[in-house]
């Protein structure tokens, strides 16, 4: 009698990190994310930006389009995270199509 149940599996050990690009052929995404914050403040979070833009100069076009104030944090995992006051995800990604940006590659996340 053998118990086959009792070992241990790991669905996920064979998946590739989704967030690293440097496989060829595979596709960055650029995530756009809301975060709650206390009551009904919300914060808008933007990562995973090629390299070739300047997240300065984006960040100083979010805000002066959207009216919104907004920070660049620095995280060892994702790089440089933009984060803006609001719900700004559907400004965020007409703003990213419209300046060259394709849109299969924008992820749009939350409620």
Same mark, same amino acid.
């Given at each position: ?5 009792? =070992? %241990? ?7 590739? &990190? ?23 403040? %919300?914060? %808008? ?8 833009? &300047? ?13 919104? =104030? ?28 419209? =300046? ?12």
């Amino acid at each position: 009698m053998s118990v086959q149940n009792l =070992n %241990t599996f790991d669905p996920f050990a064979d998946a590739a &990190d989704p967030l690293a690009a440097d496989e060829p052929g595979r596709q960055s995404y650029i995530h756009i994310r809301i975060q709650q914050r206390n009551g009904r403040k %919300t914060l %808008t979070t933007l990562q995973g930006l090629p390299k070739e833009y &300047d997240s300065k100069k984006i960040l100083k076009a979010f805000k002066k389009e959207f009216a919104c =104030n907004g920070t660049l944090v620095d995280d060892e995992e994702m790089g440089q995270v933009i984060q803006l006051q609001g719900d700004q995800r559907a400004k965020i990604s007409t703003f990213l199509t419209e =300046n060259g940006i394709p849109r299969a590659s924008i992820k749009l996340h939350g409620f």
